[in-house]
């Protein structure tokens, strides 16, 4: 009984919840990698690209509420997030018209394009600040779990309770189907095939007569929408803080370069591993290791690496770690 309530309070506390980060890490770093690999550059505004679609998304879903719409059980958030991700389409291709597109023709060096993409996360963020403020902003008005510490209890009689809330379930079940999508959309259809061929080799893509300008175009409606659906998941799941998306810039470019810059595989593998690797190292394991060991034995301290203030700082080490000893990460990516 002591070792299955330990499995269920790493399940709780460990196991769920990373996979819930690792989803949404996952789809901003594929954000990121698309537009290394595509248009070749890091793209320094991406996270706060990602607190400007949701931000469009929580106005939208409040308007919803006050109009009495809602999805029941479901955060009235998911009706909301086409809004959103147009709300996000229209800014970076605002943005690429009115500024990378100037650079592209006089072919700038990419660390110019990351200088300037630095510029405009700076930006992002003071627009997203003066629209919405800077507090934290809680939008779901859905059930709250899928599966309630009561429920678990009576159906199980164990002492831990494993709990589901339903934001960690819908980040997991969209970040599936959104990642199949793209996966389909890259390998099957026409277009997809055309972006994959730029990325290859630019040179014989427009001699092979496709359109860099289209290519570029869907790119970034493409990254809108992840970083729209990435950064309303994690809105979901914590809240919404402008500053907050500030931050994870660096889970979501550790994310990509652990797994591959370039490399959309490697961003969905790097996402989780940095996540596991975050929610691991601050995790307290006290309760645990007084299931498993006998009694009297169990550590009086709260047996925690880091506190969870630290937690990008794992990211960071991580981060670090990587560029020194295997620069094209786990799925060998671009390096340069």
């Known amino acids: ?71 029941g059980p479901v955060p009235t958030a998911l009706l909301a997030m086409p ?3 147009f ?16 650079y592209r023709r006089q072919k700038a060096a990419p660390v110019i394009l990351v ?33 309630s510490a009561r429920e678990f209890r009576e159906a199980t009689g164990l002492q831990e309770a494993l709990t589901l809330r339903t934001s ?3 980040t997991l079940i969209t970040a599936v189907i959104v990642v199949a999508l793209l996966f389909w959309f890259l390998n099957r259809t026409r277009t997809g095939k055309s972006m994959r061929a730029f990325a290859d080799n630019e040179d014989l893509a427009l001699l092979s007569g496709i359109s860099p300008e289209r290519v570029v175009a869907i790119t970034w ?29 660096l889970p979501i470019f550790a994310s990509a370069i652990v797994g591959g810059l370039g490399s959309p595989v490697g961003a969905i593998v790097g996402g989780f591993v940095i ?10 394991f006290k309760k645990v290791l007084v299931y498993l060991l006998p009694d009297g034995w169990g550590p009086d301290g709260l047996v925690q690496l880091l506190g969870t203030d630290y937690k990008f700082a794992v990211s960071f080490a991580i981060l670090v770690i990587v560029l020194l000893f295997r620069p094209t990460g786990l799925f060998r990516g671009k390096s340069g």
Do not use: C
């Open 1 to 71: 009984m002591d070792l299955l309530n330990a499995f269920v309070a790493l399940m709780n506390f460990v196991v769920i919840p990373a996979s819930a980060y690792g989803a949404q890490l996952a789809l901003g770093a594929l954000g990121v990698t698309l537009i290394y690999a595509i248009l070749r550059f890091s793209n320094f505004a991406h996270g706060d690209t990602m607190a400007f679609g949701t931000m469009v998304t929580i106005l939208v879903t409040w308007a919803l509420q006050g109009a009495g719409l809602s999805l």
């Open 83 to 85: 809004v959103g991700i």
């Open 87 to 102: 709300g996000a389409a229209a800014l970076v291709l605002l943005t690429d018209r009115a500024v990378y597109r100037f």
């Open 115 to 147: 200088i300037v993409s630095t510029g405009l996360m700076f930006i992002y963020n003071g627009v997203v600040r003066f629209i919405i403020g800077v507090d934290d902003q809680s939008f779901d008005d859905g059930a709250r779990f899928v599966l």
């Open 168 to 170: 960690q379930a819908i």
């Open 221 to 249: 409606i493409i990254v809108a929408a992840l970083a729209t659906v990435a950064g309303t998941l994690y809105g979901l799941d914590k809240s919404f803080k402008p500053f907050t998306y500030f931050q994870l810039l």
């Open 275 to 284: 996540a596991f690797s975050e929610v691991t190292v601050t995790y307290a």
